[in-house]
């Protein structure tokens, strides 16, 4: 990083993504100042399964703010908080030279995001990371990114399913315009899925998509990765 653009965390959960980050901030001696975006919310069904067996204490309540900027605490000067839904906050700053994604579990939501941070980008030296890229539950993250492969190039590859891209050109109207996934037919985004599976072989994960090609295949429809169904 060269401290020419923020850092956003699109979809943090209590903050461990934000952390990482920060610290790594810290330890570069980067100035650069960190958004992180979430609801900031967990029901009692997520807490036993992911926050108390990591030695967070039961607490009444969805909300998760308080933990958050608890934890979060020793990088409290270089990170600004954004609760509530990510389509509704946007972003407002200026350039992002970071961009770590972990939201996109909707098509819609994916889409709205590309919408509102891709603009800020930096050509030749933004990254954009793609925390699901390779999970078969997202299958549409790799067929935005295809679509988009004339603003973007894969650089890296981070077991077990994170891949970071490079923003090559300024994002602009035609480029969000092919990424929006939502207004392709399952024909479309199969075809670029299949496109990204052969891309992939460079680094070392095309064989990986292939589970989220016959996903795709499965639930042709379907737009929530939770509602996916997973394939014979």
Not at 29 to 57: N, S, V, W
Not at 154 to 174: S, W, Y
């Amino acid at each position: 990083m060269e401290d020419i653009g923020d850092v956003v965390d699109l979809g943090c959960f209590v903050g461990g993504s934000t952390a990482r980050l920060a610290a790594g901030l810290a330890a570069g001696k980067r100035r650069a100042h960190l958004h992180a975006y979430d609801r900031f919310g967990c029901d009692e069904a997520l807490k036993a399964r992911l926050l108390y067996p990591a030695g967070i204490a039961p607490f009444e309540g969805t909300d998760t703010l308080p933990l958050v900027r608890k934890l979060l605490a020793p990088w409290q000067d270089r990170i600004t908080l954004h609760p509530g839904q990510i389509q509704d906050t946007g972003w407002s700053g200026g350039p992002i030279e970071l961009l770590f994604m972990d939201a996109s579990k909707k098509v819609p939501l994916m889409d709205r995001m590309a919408q509102q941070f891709f603009p800020a980008l930096i050509p030749g030296k933004s990254l954009v990371i793609q925390q699901d890229y390779l999970h078969w539950r997202t299958p549409w993250v790799p067929v935005q990114m295809e679509a988009m492969a004339d603003w973007f190039t894969p650089v890296a590859f981070a077991p077990k399913d994170t891949v970071v891209f490079l923003n090559t050109r300024q994002i602009d109207e035609a480029a969000l315009e092919a990424g929006q996934v939502a207004r392709m037919t399952p024909n479309a985004r199969l075809s670029a899925l299949r496109r990204a599976r052969k891309a992939g072989d460079s680094l070392g994960y095309g064989k990986r998509l292939a589970q989220s090609v016959q996903a795709m295949k499965a639930n042709p429809d379907c737009e929530v990765a939770f509602k996916m169904q997973s394939p014979a």
